[in-house]
């Protein structure tokens, strides 16, 4: 269905005239992401947070991409001015990591560490090319995953 949404993307700006931009983000994290089952690597950061056991459901590899790098760039991508009415789609590049990894920093950073991750991975591509990416939206760089982790604990611990 994700990419019948860039299909109708792309008719509808033919159609009106407009300018598109489909982002293609994968495992987002950060504060406020608690919905579908990528969030749970946010969700184990909230549980470390509140000293609770919590285990990530799958394990593999994954491109994580923290929120607010997420947010920016959705606004660069409403800026773009093409010369042309034209629905580009674009992969965005975060930290491609194992959860096992992942899981590690939300330990060491929050100190917490009845933390599990699971052995089975996402059944979808991971480390797909940003290809294009810096093109039409400039250089995007990720936040470095241990201070995202860090903010995303310091931000969950005020919702306490």
């Known amino acids: ?15 009106h005239g407009l300018t ?9 994290y950060g504060a406020g992401r608690d919905q579908g089952v990528t ?5 184990a950061i909230y549980s470390a947070v509140r000293g609770e056991p919590y285990r990530v459901g799958y394990g593999g590899v994954t491109d ?4 607010p790098d997420v947010a920016r760039a959705f606004i660069a991508a409403a800026r773009v001015d093409l010369d042309s009415p034209a629905a580009p789609a ?14 590690d920093r939300v330990r060491r950073i929050t100190g917490f560490d009845d933390l599990g991750v699971g052995t089975e991975p996402l059944p979808f ?23 995202a982790i860090a903010e995303t604990t310091r931000i969950l611990s005020t919702a306490l």
Do not use: M
């Open 39 to 43: 969030s749970q690597p946010t969700a």
């Open 90 to 103: 674009v992969n965005l590049r975060g930290h491609v990591t194992s959860v096992d990894d992942f899981v």
């Open 64 to 67: 994580f991409h923290y929120a």
């Open 125 to 147: 591509a991971h480390a797909l090319s940003p290809a294009g990416l810096a093109e039409l939206l400039g250089d995007i760089e990720p936040t470095p995953l241990d201070d």
């Open 20 to 28: 598109c931009v489909g982002l293609r983000p994968f495992t987002v």
């Open 1 to 15: 269905y994700k990419v019948a949404n860039e299909q109708t993307a792309a008719v509808y700006a033919a159609d």
